[in-house]
């Protein structure tokens, strides 16, 4: 399986890898800093640069689902590669560090409301959450305020692993109703906002400190349904 180092530290902006396999559904590495598409959190984009001057430039990274392969996307009429080259990977540091973080904003935004979310998805400016709530208004300067000050707080982001059972013993931890943390690895990775901000099972890239997502905007607050409260943040400054 590939080593995938952006769990550890999100900030790697490049890395040395070898070619794993190459076939129609993408290119696998020993390791890698791409992240793949998952968790509302579109996958990464970049280059594989080889040492004869080969640029082959990523347009997506996704993860096979039956075969657990980290699969990064050619762009169309891209150099080949072939099993065994050694690469160098530079991901799109702009693109990524943008994602990281609203994919933080959107943890904030889990502390300040409660509820399970049925559903969300990341962008670079702009982002959502979907909460099970039935019946309740929500005041959009109200969450505004408590995402800045939450911002402006400076709180540390962090992760750390958990084992599966121990995930089992806490699964009031879990916020998203549609899908559960992925289990059978033997450990579950946890993302901290300290201060008891936030602590939730979470894969995704984030920053290290909330006040590196900078100011946020409120978008609509939209009614999906009987018990869903679409709610939309943006970056102001993307």
């Not at 959450?129 to 005041?139: A, G, Q, S, Y």
């Amino acid at each position: 399986m590939t080593e995938e180092l952006f769990r550890e530290d999100s900030y790697l902006k490049t890395c040395e890898a070898t070619v794993v396999s190459v076939d129609d559904s993408g290119i696998e590495l020993d390791r890698t800093i791409f992240y793949p598409m998952g968790g509302g959190q579109p996958g990464d984009s970049g280059v594989l640069k080889t040492a004869d001057g080969r640029d082959v430039q990523i347009t997506d990274t996704r993860k096979d689902r039956e075969t657990g392969k980290h699969l990064h996307i050619p762009a169309e009429g891209a150099p080949t590669l072939a099993a065994g080259e050694t690469v160098t990977c530079e991901i799109d540091w702009e693109r990524r560090y943008r994602l990281m973080r609203m994919h933080s904003a959107l943890h904030l935004l889990c502390a300040t409301i409660e509820g399970g979310v049925t559903g969300g998805q990341i962008g670079e400016e702009k982002s959502r959450l979907d909460f099970d709530l039935e019946n309740t208004d929500l005041d959009k300067e109200e969450i505004q305020a408590k995402l800045n000050e939450l911002v402006e707080g400076g709180h540390d982001m962090s992760h750390r692993w958990i084992t599966d059972e121990e995930m089992e013993a806490n699964a009031d931890l879990v916020r998203t109703m549609s899908v559960k943390p992925p289990m059978g690895a033997g450990r579950v990775r946890l993302m901290e906002i300290a201060g008891g901000v936030d602590l939730q099972p979470c894969g995704g890239t984030h920053v290290a400190n909330t006040s590196e997502i900078g100011e946020l905007r409120v978008g609509k607050i939209e009614n999906k349904g009987k018990h869903n409260r679409r709610v939309n943040v943006h970056l102001v400054n993307p």
